[in-house]
């Protein structure tokens, strides 16, 4: 038995997209396991916006309540109402196309977000052996287990795109830091068609590619491929709505851009408190050694200072890879302190599971 394990860490080892499959199975099977014991002793909300009900024979209905409604009705009906921009099409494209082939809407949602998974964790573990110059996989599990446990990370096995945009959003920074312009220029064009986030870390692979020393001309190619898509969707709300900024204007009802600066203390939680506290520290940990990552960080603080709240902050700072990078960085050689943090990270994962399950909390 003992000979059959050292040959599957062997295989492991050298198989990044292999290891990427077993740790997303894991986290599938964790994930939906916990939340669906949750949802058999823990009464659940009744709110009727929060949970998915079209399919209620479905035992995993329960993972695409909240913002898994939007992402699949758009996905079998289109845009018919403006406030519907802010989902970003690529997502609910994928679940339409899916579900040619799996008849449930809700199960082909979640088996694109499964498939996105395994993608983003593959690029996950490239990137953090180019970045860190680790010699092989099992060297890199270490890292990656801090997007694993994220305390949002619940949303990359949901319903949702967060693990479409984690997928695009690392390949595009992945191949940035490759000097593979063009290939950071297509992964940008999908991430700014899968949500917010994305335009964030195009600029953000801009800024890697000239710290790389790419010509300008070429990081300017990158620019424009990445923001094609965007484009894209842009002139089709244009025509839809009469309105080509639409998926910002739609922003409004969902209480982003409608408050004073003084809602943010008010509605701040600690989570969130948290969130902004560690995108300063990355900010500042970075400056003098990953210029691009201390700017990511940046973007990623202004999200609520531009849009006046936090609704979702938790989620989207799941995107901001500098604070996983800067934790693996800082306690890869402090074995204590390291246990400790993820001790924490796991319990604060639970939390999210067991609440998003439940449908209390979207994000």
């Not at 329960?62 to 009705?73: H, K, L, R, S, T």
């Not at 940008?188 to 917010?196: F, Q």
């Not at 924490?344 to 449908?359: D, P, R, S, V």
Request: charged content about 10%; glycine content about 6%; proline content about 3%.
């Amino acid at each position: 038995m003992s000979q059959i394990y050292q040959r599957f860490i062997k295989v492991l080892n050298k198989n990044t997209l292999l290891l990427a499959l077993v740790i997303a199975i894991c986290m599938i099977v964790v994930g939906v396991g916990l939340g669906w014991y949750n949802n058999k002793v823990v009464p659940l909300n009744t709110t009727p916006i929060a949970r998915y009900h079209k399919e209620p024979t479905n035992p995993l209905s329960f993972m695409a309540n909240w913002d898994g409604v939007n992402y699949i009705y758009i996905s079998q009906h289109g845009y018919t109402y403006v406030d519907q921009a802010n989902y970003y099409p690529l997502y609910p494209m994928l679940i339409h196309y899916m579900n040619k082939v799996i008849s449930s809407t809700v199960t082909s949602a979640l088996v694109v977000s499964w498939l996105c998974l395994i993608g983003a964790l593959y690029y996950y573990l490239r990137f953090l052996k180019l970045y860190f110059k680790l010699q092989d996989n099992i060297s890199a599990i270490n890292g990656v287990m801090f997007l694993v446990l994220f305390p949002t990370s619940i949303f990359l096995v949901a319903a949702y795109a967060s693990s479409l945009v984690v997928f695009t959003g690392i390949a595009c920074l992945y191949y940035a830091f490759k000097k593979q312009y063009l290939a950071a220029g297509l992964f940008g064009l999908l991430t700014t068609i899968a949500n917010t986030e994305g335009i964030l870390i195009l600029f953000a692979a801009c800024i890697v590619l000239l710290e790389e020393k790419i010509k300008p001309l070429k990081v300017v190619a990158t620019l424009v491929i990445g923001l094609i898509g965007l484009g894209a969707y842009s002139l089709y709300l244009d025509i839809k709505f009469s309105s080509p900024l639409s998926f910002i204007l739609a922003q409004k009802s969902h209480g982003w851009l409608n408050f004073h600066y003084s809602e943010l203390i008010k509605t701040i939680t600690f989570f969130n408190l948290l969130s902004v506290i560690l995108l300063i520290v990355a900010i500042i940990y970075w400056w003098n050694k990953r210029r691009s990552f201390a700017y990511l960080s940046f973007l990623f603080l202004l999200i609520p200072i531009v849009g006046n709240q936090f609704g979702g902050f938790s989620r989207y700072v799941h995107t901001a890879f500098p604070l996983q990078f800067m934790a693996f960085d800082f306690l890869k050689n402090k074995q204590l302190a390291y246990s400790l943090v993820l001790a924490a990270m796991a319990i604060a994962w639970a939390y999210f599971t067991l609440q998003f399950a439940g449908g209390y909390i979207g994000g």
